[in-house]
């Protein structure tokens, strides 16, 4: 079909050795070569796979392995982008609270503290009717019990007296 001639040729003369001469090359026998020679089937001390299909296994056990590394590593990066957007919106969310917790506090009335009236005539008493309980004579905090009494008729006439205009 084309201008060549689909003859074989002859080797280049030159090029090819000749029967005479050596060529140079090298075999290296090793004990597994030894072995395999004499029969036996298995090779002692092989690392590799002894099969196709446990090479087959092999492979398909390193690749799932490698997909759960890589599947683990998205898994972490994600976490941490996510763990990023979640600190960010806390913070945003942190300082409205902290806005709200300020305007509440700043609207809510609290009157000033004032002291207690009758106070230490109350605490005068609870201490004598606990000494007084375990010795069984609760009689005698009556003096405390009429302090306390006039105490708290004195308060409160001093407050309806205070509310009259």
């Excluded at 395999?36 to 390193?62: F, I, M, S």
């Excluded at 979640?86 to 902290?98: H, S």
Aim: proline share 5%.
């Amino acid at each position: 079909m084309g201008s060549r001639q689909s003859k074989v040729s002859e080797p280049d003369r030159k090029t090819a050795p000749k029967k005479n001469e050596s060529s140079e090359a090298s075999l290296i026998i090793t004990p597994e070569l030894l072995q395999q020679l004499k029969g036996k089937k298995e090779v002692p001390n092989a690392q590799g796979p002894r099969t196709l299909q446990e090479a087959y296994d092999k492979g398909v056990h390193d690749a799932v392995a490698h997909m759960k590394k890589e599947e683990a590593s998205r898994q972490s990066e994600k976490a941490a982008a996510w763990s990023a957007v979640l600190e960010k919106d806390e913070e945003g969310t942190r300082q409205r609270v902290m806005t709200m917790v300020q305007d509440l506090n700043a609207r809510v009335y609290r009157p000033p503290a004032r002291s207690i009236k009758c106070f230490q005539a109350q605490e005068a008493l609870l201490t004598c009717y606990t000494k007084e309980l375990k010795d069984g004579d609760v009689l005698k905090c009556s003096e405390l019990v009429s302090a306390l009494e006039d105490c708290a008729k004195n308060t409160l006439t001093e407050l309806v007296k205070r509310q009259q205009p």
